[in-house]
C-alpha cells in the first residue's frame, strides 16, 4: 500500500498525473510477475491537499482515474473512513466500486466539532466514536459490493497512545468489531 500525497508545488495536475501514471504501470508490471497487487491511498483533508503551490490526487474518482491512466490491472484502492470523509464523498460513490477495485478499508473516526475541511490528518478517533464520519454508511457500501478484504482501525490518537498495549489492543478490538457489526 501506498499514500498518494495531494499536493505538489513544482508539477501542475496534470504533470503530475502522467508521471505517477507512467510510474505506477511500470511497479504494477514487476508487482503482477510476483502475483502482488498494489494498493493507493489517496488523502483527502484539506488541511494537507491545500499547502502546496498544485493540488493532486484527493478523491476516490481521481484515484481511479490514475489507476485506469496506470494501465496496470493489478492495481486498486486502499478506502479510508477519514479520507472518504474529507473528501466529501458518499456511500454511493463506494457502491460504484467493485470487491477487486479496493486492496483494504482503514476505520477511523473524525475529531467532533471541526468541519471536515479543518480535519488534521493525524488526530483521528477510533472507528465509532465520535460519529462524525458515516461508519454504516462506508461498511454497509463495503458489504454492498462484496467486499472480501481486510479491514482494519487506523486511529492517530494521544488517548489510545498512552494506554497500555493490551487495554488499546483491547479497544481498537471492539472498535472494529462494532465497525464491522455496523
Keep these: 500500500m501506498r499514500y498518494l500525497w495531494p499536493t505538489s508545488d513544482d508539477r501542475t495536475y496534470e504533470e503530475n498525473l502522467e508521471?505517477?501514471?507512467?510510474?505506477?504501470?511500470?511497479?504494477?508490471?514487476?508487482?503482477?510477475?510476483?502475483?502482488?497487487?498494489?494498493?493507493?491511498?489517496?488523502?483527502?483533508?484539506?488541511?494537507?491537499?491545500?499547502?502546496?503551490?498544485?493540488?493532486?490526487?484527493?478523491?476516490?474518482?481521481?484515484?481511479?482515474?490514475?489507476?485506469?491512466?496506470?494501465?496496470?490491472?493489478?492495481?486498486?484502492?486502499?478506502?479510508?473512513?477519514?479520507?472518504?470523509?474529507?473528501?466529501?464523498?458518499?456511500?454511493?460513490?463506494?457502491?460504484?466500486l467493485t470487491d477487486a477495485d479496493v486492496i483494504s478499508a482503514d476505520v477511523n473516526d473524525g475529531?467532533?466539532?471541526?468541519?471536515?475541511?479543518?480535519?488534521?490528518?493525524?488526530?483521528?478517533?477510533?472507528?465509532?466514536a465520535t460519529g462524525v464520519i458515516d461508519l454504516a454508511g462506508f461498511m454497509g457500501a463495503l458489504r454492498n459490493i462484496g467486499y472480501s478484504g481486510p479491514v482494519q482501525a487506523e486511529p492517530f490518537n494521544a488517548v489510545l497512545r498512552s494506554l497500555e498495549p493490551r487495554e488499546a489492543i483491547e479497544r481498537t478490538a471492539a472498535a472494529v468489531k462494532a465497525a464491522l457489526d455496523s
Design 19 to 96: 508521471l505517477h501514471a507512467s510510474r505506477i504501470g511500470k511497479i504494477g508490471a514487476v508487482l503482477a510477475g510476483h502475483g502482488i497487487r498494489l494498493g493507493l491511498e489517496y488523502v483527502g483533508p484539506k488541511t494537507l491537499w491545500s499547502t502546496g503551490k498544485y493540488p493532486f490526487v484527493r478523491t476516490l474518482k481521481q484515484t481511479r482515474e490514475l489507476i485506469t491512466a496506470s494501465g496496470a490491472g493489478n492495481v486498486g484502492i486502499c478506502l479510508d473512513t477519514f479520507h472518504w470523509y474529507t473528501a466529501g464523498e458518499s456511500a454511493e460513490d463506494l457502491r460504484a
Design 111 to 128: 475529531v467532533a466539532g471541526v468541519e471536515p475541511e479543518a480535519q488534521i490528518d493525524g488526530q483521528r478517533e477510533l472507528p465509532g
